[in-house]
């Protein structure tokens, strides 16, 4: 147990290196390359990226939230920052109104300050963390606004919760601003991320990105006295129809290349939206996962023997379980093992 947990990025503000890691990131928005697009256009001239992106943050929402995995929601929720726009084109986007609508979030662009602001808000509430949704595009002005936050008290950990289509000098420049790293793996192949997610090598980023995390992070979580998540690594893994996902493919990277007690958060709460809906091309994601689909997921958990993580109930899709992977007299062919 760690008591009194103290994030990284107040000591990085102190020493006045934390001002240092945000005027880097920034240059990288000169000529884009904050995310592995690489489109090299100047957003501080707000031209905008790939990802429909300029110089100022999108924030599409901020709340309490209570949707997480249980370590970081607690008693009053996460703090969720929603950004809007995405470098994901996912035809199953579960936000694609916020991650698809770049003309809609022009509206919701905010200074740094006000992200700031949002920020001691939502601490101010009570939140256990600051969990950044979808920051990879926004990586520079996130840090700029915790910069500014800092000044001003901020003291909860930073969830830095991204589709994992990251660049690895970026994370490098993270190191140590933030305190969770929540990332998707979402495909075992690059082919089916160009299909389904409309960018090119997206595993071997995300595996590249993911590594990076697990180097800054290993495979320890770092709890509280208060029992929630402070420090470390979680890799979340959506269950897609038709094994689209590959999940025995990715959990066994995860074993192999970086360890078996990494945290893994499985999912099961896919359901077709968005144009994996009603588009004939994407019909091998146009219904729910069923229920053996579901099942086979967790038998490979305990098959390849990894140790720790939550899971979520297939019925429900929403709320998590935290089974014991350790426990080899559970074969995981159940959920109700679990309840």
């Known amino acids: 147990m760690a008591s009194e947990y103290r994030p990284n990025y107040l000591a990085l503000y102190e020493s006045g290196e934390l001002e240092e890691r945000v005027q880097a990131l920034e240059k990288l928005l000169f000529s884009c390359t904050v995310c592995p697009h690489d489109c090299g256009n100047n957003r501080m001239e707000d031209e905008l990226a790939r990802c429909y992106s300029g ?73 256990h963390n600051i969990n950044f949704v979808s920051p990879t595009h926004f990586a520079p002005q996130m840090a700029r606004a915790i910069l500014l936050a800092a000044e001003r008290g901020l003291h909860l950990p930073i969830v830095y919760n991204t589709n994992a289509y ?3 000098e970026v994370l490098r420049l993270l190191d140590g601003i933030v305190d969770v790293y929540l990332p998707d793996l979402k495909y075992a192949e690059s082919e089916e991320g160009y299909t389904y997610s409309k960018v090119r090598d997206y595993t071997l980023h995300a595996r590249r990105a993911v590594a990076e995390m697990y180097r800054q992070m290993g495979d320890e979580l770092v709890m509280g006295e208060d029992g929630l998540l402070k420090r470390g690594l979680v890799i979340r893994l959506l269950v897609l129809p038709n094994d689209v996902a590959g999940v025995r493919e990715s959990l066994t990277w995860i074993r192999n290349s970086l360890s078996p007690r990494v945290a893994i958060s499985l999912m099961a709460q896919y359901y077709a939206t968005n144009r994996a809906a009603t588009d004939e091309r994407y019909v091998l994601l146009s219904r729910r996962i069923t229920e053996s689909e579901w099942l086979r997921a967790l038998s490979i958990l305990g098959e390849l023997g990894m140790e720790e993580g939550w899971m979520q109930e297939y019925d429900g899709a929403s709320h998590y379980y935290r089974p014991d992977f350790t426990d080899r007299d559970k074969p995981f062919k159940d959920i109700r093992d679990f309840q």
């Open 55 to 127: 110089r100022l943050p999108i924030v599409s929402s901020y709340t309490q939230h209570f949707g997480e995995e249980p370590a970081l929601v607690g008693s009053k929720g996460a703090g969720n920052i929603f950004f809007g726009n995405c470098n994901l084109r996912c035809v199953y986007c579960q936000n694609y109104q916020i991650s698809q609508t770049h003309k809609e979030q022009k509206r919701n662009e905010v200074t740094h300050e006000r992200l700031s602001e949002m920020m001691l808000e939502l601490q101010e509430k009570g939140c």
């Open 166 to 168: 990251d660049s690895v």
